[in-house]
């Protein structure tokens, strides 16, 4: 149980508050402090300069951020550095060019920051299965009670989708629930999903637990709702099982 409650939390994904926050905010400001500089520089560079809070907003928040903050950027662009001053009105044909311009290429640099976002988590969700795997397999190479080795691999599981619980059950057939199969593909229920990923049901989703080919039970896991579940998140927890069953299957018959 003590290894339950001390299972590592994971990282946060960037808010979209926060990245919407950053881009709005930061396109508002840059556009302030560059004022100085509007009878100086040619709007072709200020235009360019507010594409950086866009892009930062994409990779905090994602790609809505990101898209708010690229109307943000313009209609700063147009507020501030085109003709008349301090309105949405455009007098110069030039700058209404630059206006749409600077639109799209916001808009570009958006759907960029999302997709190194995305990049981002892919590696740290993997780089965190691995150590939760590794955790699991370090535990099971010890001697000790198998009991550890089921407490440690519970608790990274809950960790892993963080679950309100994952239970280890010896004295039920299976069946009855939707199953995590191999590579984490969910069999037995719908496939809902959210933003790109499959969501697990809240009302428990097995994995069985086989040694050598012999069924030693299953892990059951229940989330308080439907939680998001990357293809790399299934896959650590079914590994995770799958060592499970071998270090049970070595064991007994040692």
């Known amino acids: 149980?003590?290894?339950?409650?001390?299972?590592?939390?994971?990282?946060?994904?960037?808010?979209e508050y926060m990245g919407l926050a950053v881009g709005v905010f930061g396109s508002i400001l840059l556009s302030v402090a560059m004022l100085p500089l509007r009878d100086h520089l040619d709007n072709d560079v200020m235009a360019l300069a507010l594409?950086?809070?866009?892009?930062?907003?994409?990779?905090?928040?994602?790609?809505?951020?990101?898209?708010?903050?690229?109307l943000a950027a313009a209609f700063c662009?147009?507020?501030?550095?085109?003709?008349?001053?301090?309105?949405?009105?455009?007098?110069?044909s030039d700058d209404?060019?630059?206006?749409?311009?600077?639109?799209?290429?916001?808009?570009?640099?958006?759907?960029?920051?999302?997709?190194?976002?995305?990049?981002s988590r892919a590696a740290r969700e993997a780089r965190s299965g691995l150590d939760r795997l590794c955790r699991v397999i370090e535990i099971a190479a010890r001697p000790g009670d198998i009991e550890d080795v089921i407490s440690s691999a519970r608790a990274e599981i809950i960790g892993l989708f963080n679950l309100i619980d994952c239970g280890f059950e010896t004295d039920h057939p299976g069946?009855?629930?939707?199953?995590?199969?191999?590579?984490?593909?969910?069999?037995?229920?719908?496939?809902?999903?959210?933003?790109?990923?499959?969501?697990?049901?809240s009302g428990g989703v097995e994995i069985e637990v086989v040694g050598r080919g012999v069924r030693f039970g299953r892990l059951v896991l229940y989330a308080a709702e439907p939680v998001r579940a990357s293809i790399?998140?299934?896959?650590?927890?079914?590994?995770?099982?799958e060592e499970l069953?071998?270090?049970?299957?070595?064991?007994?018959v040692a």
């Open 96 to 119: 209404v060019s630059t206006f749409f311009v600077l639109l799209v290429v916001a808009l570009i640099a958006a759907e960029v920051g999302r997709r190194a976002r995305r990049g």
């Open 245 to 252: 069953g071998l270090t049970l299957a070595t064991k007994s």
């Open 175 to 201: 069946g009855g629930l939707p199953r995590l199969g191999i590579r984490g593909t969910l069999e037995g229920a719908p496939l809902v999903a959210r933003r790109s990923e499959f969501l697990l049901p």
């Open 232 to 241: 790399q998140k299934r896959a650590v927890a079914v590994a995770i099982a």
């Open 51 to 70: 594409v950086v809070p866009v892009l930062l907003a994409a990779v905090l928040g994602g790609r809505g951020p990101g898209a708010g903050s690229a």
């Open 77 to 92: 662009f147009d507020f501030f550095f085109t003709l008349p001053y301090q309105s949405m009105r455009i007098a110069s």
């Open 1 to 15: 149980m003590d290894a339950l409650r001390r299972r590592p939390h994971e990282p946060e994904d960037g808010s």
